[in-house]
């Protein structure tokens, strides 16, 4: 056997697998979808049917709802809590990054600490502070709470990709009239473009999935789509058509999100791995 046919082989073994392993993780997305235009009789067939006639009564049910309002609440919460997160953990990472801060490695792991709190933990002081400051079923206080979770991810991911910038760029920068500022917002972050589109995308979906702190936080004006979705289980039993057809359009916009910044993604999840 030649060693081109031995590695043509094996190319060919390893995208067997990849093609498998995306088929397994891409199955229940493809069944939630399909459900969502399926009828509830033919949503409970056995065997399943794979064959059927489509319908949107589940998308009209649920479009007449409120879970619209509560799609829009979690897109603005979302959206707001990625913005900030990102700004603020790009500025504290560089600044990580570039300055030699006394007690760094200790700062940074109290950062990450954040990260790792259980959220369970943090519920009822969150509340009652909340309550104290009349932001109970607020967007703010949503915003304000996923932001202090995501802007210690953001600022442990991206340091990483401002360590790996040269400073020599900078250095070059600097001897051509930027100031500091300039350094950053105009050579130095647009080289961290795939970081900071891999680390929108985490906090995103982070953002749009928390289910427990907007159930404790909110009651109606800025209750979140995670939280309608539970409500849609009542005594008389669960609509899996409407809940299909809301898990359907609730990942729009992740996915539209991220076929946007797909290259950068790319990019940033290969990080570390192609040098």
């Given at each position: 056997m030649t060693a081109e046919l031995t590695t043509t082989i094996k190319r060919g073994i390893a995208l067997a697998v990849t093609i498998l392993i995306t088929l397994i993780f891409a199955f229940p997305l493809f069944w939630v979808v399909i459900s969502s235009f399926k009828t509830r009789l033919d949503l409970f067939a056995i065997p399943p049917k794979w064959l059927f006639t489509p319908t949107l009564e589940n998308y009209r049910g649920i479009l007449a709802s409120d879970f619209v309002r509560q799609f829009l609440n979690s897109l603005i919460i979302a959206a707001a809590s990625t913005t900030i997160s990102i700004i603020l953990g790009s500025l504290t990472a560089y600044g990580f990054s570039r300055h030699n801060i006394r007690g760094s490695d200790f700062l940074l792991f109290w950062i990450l600490s954040l990260r790792m709190l259980p959220v369970i933990a943090v519920v009822v002081p969150f509340y009652l502070l909340f309550r104290t400051l009349g932001l109970l079923d607020t967007h703010i206080a949503l915003v304000l709470v996923y932001c202090i979770f995501n802007i210690s991810f953001s600022v442990w991911v991206l340091k990483g990709f401002f360590d790996e910038i040269p400073l020599e760029l900078e250095e070059a920068a600097m001897l051509d009239g930027y100031s500091p500022p300039q350094v950053f917002f105009r050579v130095s972050l647009p080289l961290a473009r795939a970081g900071l589109a891999t680390t929108a995308i985490f906090c995103l979906i982070q953002s749009l999935n928390e289910f427990l702190v907007a159930l404790?936080?909110?009651?109606?004006?800025?209750?979140?789509?995670?939280?309608?979705?539970?409500k849609l289980q009542t005594f008389l039993g669960t609509d899996?058509?409407?809940?299909?057809?809301?898990?359907?359009?609730?990942?729009?916009?992740?996915?539209?999100?991220?076929?946007?910044?797909?290259?950068e993604l790319i990019r940033g999840m290969s990080f570390g791995r192609m040098k």
């Open positions: 404790a936080l909110t009651a109606r004006a800025a209750e979140t789509a995670p939280v309608g979705l539970a899996w058509g409407r809940i299909s057809a809301a898990a359907t359009l609730f990942m729009l916009p992740v996915v539209i999100f991220t076929i946007l910044v797909r290259n």
